[in-house]
């Protein structure tokens, strides 16, 4: 491997200033300033810097490059995710919420699955809050179709499946459910199952060996990495500069001649702005969520989840009436052995046959919002609790991959659902998940795809941004994260995120081209 060389290796001579190692202030200037170096980050700086502005991006956390990525998931998380993987969002019950906290954002973390978003979406968006002249399909395909030029978007191939994707799509059809196999940012997948704790061979298409080098490397960006953003300076009601704090301590200025673009997440964003000064009466409200939750399963024959994409096939068959997607997600034995139940010789003797493990998984497209703020030490706090309709669309969810699963030979199914018994050993028991507690404590959700505090609309009462991205009652100062989107989904947001970045930043950046000619 050591021949190998990635697209990350070798950045221009002071293209990346990390944080970490910065002993004095820093002061520099930028057209553009763009907070976040995920999926939206990303995707706007690039965009920016290839039109022929100077582009500066800030990132909060490092950067892991290919050649340092270890199977080693305790360190990936505790390195490269927000509080180490132990964010939650606060309620009826505690939900583990999980976000990349380093170059390339979650996208390092994720499995790189392309969704263009649903045209119901996009028309509900229309109806509801004003933004159909603007946010259609019309305007999105263009970027869509950039997007998936650039890195590469196709179904996994048949020497990427694995068994456990295999399985999956063999069980929808025998059921009628239609499936498919995943569309990612895939350039010559390898099946190592890693994909949650960062791809070891550049395959998976993340931002941090694509966009934000590419940015760097073929159009003169530089990056901030290791530095938290206190605040954006607004004077006169126009966004002129980000402050932020390196990891050594120094103070980084960042002045911005034409404007700032903020993608620092549904979470960070809100709290963000509030530092800013911003005062709009929506900003934090409508959090909303995909809640997902896995149901594993023991069989005779060996599954192999290490080999694989690690999530390599789905069905939206049920998302919009019943509001809930399957979909396969293959776990590290680091993670899977904390889902494993039993305890003493019956947990050892699982864990011993954790090659026969197959695991799916649901996301509910929670009709539940929260809100985003600050607690007293200044941490993001989130509260949200999931209504009765969300847990009666998860038990149907549970119940029918169980079933699928028992189809499909599993001598043990594991729901993962307080006061249903931990092991189901035959499909007439699942009507025991069909009957389970309507309390969201009783199931071991986790958090990934969040939307919306800080969300698009033409009204400045219930809305922060307009419909070209920009907050309300402030110039040049742009929202181009998810926290923009007015609701949820029902599909994985990443590729959907991007777009509406693209979008904006080609918005942007048509107009300063046209007052630079003038």
Known sequence: MSDVRFPDDDMPAGAVVDGEAVTRAVDDAFDFVVVGSGAAGASAAYVLAEAGFSVGIVEEGPWLKTRDITEDVHTAFSKYTRESGMQVLRGRSFVPMIQGRCVGGSTLINS??????????????????????????????????????????????????????????????KRGISASRMRRYDRGCKGSGMCLSACPTAAKQGMSVTYVPWALARHGARIFTSARVERVEIRGHRAVAVVAKSASGHPIVL????????????????????????????????????????????????????????????????????????????????????????????????????????????????????????????????????????????????????????????????????????????????????EGPLDPRAYAFIATHLFGAARMGVDPRTSVVDADFRVHGVDDLWVVDSSVFPTNLGVNPQHSIMAMSRLAAARVAERAKGLRAA
Do not use: C
């Open 255 to 434: 002045r911005a001649r034409r404007g700032v673009f903020v993608a620092a997440s549904t979470v960070q964003t809100p709290n963000l702005l509030r530092r800013s000064g911003v005062r709009s009466p929506a900003l934090g409200k409508h959090f909303q969520a995909h809640p997902g939750l896995a149901v594993g399963g023991m069989f005779k024959r060996s599954i192999e989840m290490s080999f694989g994409a690690t999530q390599g096939a789905e069905s939206i068959h049920y998302r919009k009436s019943e509001r809930f997607k399957l979909e396969t997600i293959s776990f590290p034995p680091d993670i899977a052995a904390a889902r494993i139940p039993g305890a003493g010789p019956e947990l050892v003797e699982r864990l011993a046959r954790l090659g026969h493990v197959a695991s799916w998984a649901a996301q509910i497209r929670a009709r539940a919002e929260g809100t985003v703020g600050e607690g007293w030490s200044g941490a993001d706090r989130v509260k949200y609790t999931l209504g009765e309709d969300d847990i009666r669309a998860t038990r149907k969810a549970v119940a029918l991959l169980a079933r699928m699963m028992f189809d499909a030979g599993a001598q043990e199914v594991w729901p993962g659902i307080f006061g249903v018994p931990s092991v189901l050993r035959s499909v007439d028991q699942v009507k025991l998940v069909d």
């Open 112 to 173: 790189a699955i392309a969704w263009r978003i649903p045209e119901d979406v996009v028309d509900d968006w229309g109806a509801r809050f004003g933004l159909g002249d603007s946010i259609n399909m019309r305007e999105l395909d263009p970027h869509f179709d950039a997007l998936e030029r650039d890195l590469s978007v196709r179904p996994v191939a048949d020497d990427a499946l694995g068994e456990n994707n295999a399985m999956f799509l063999a069980m929808a059809n």
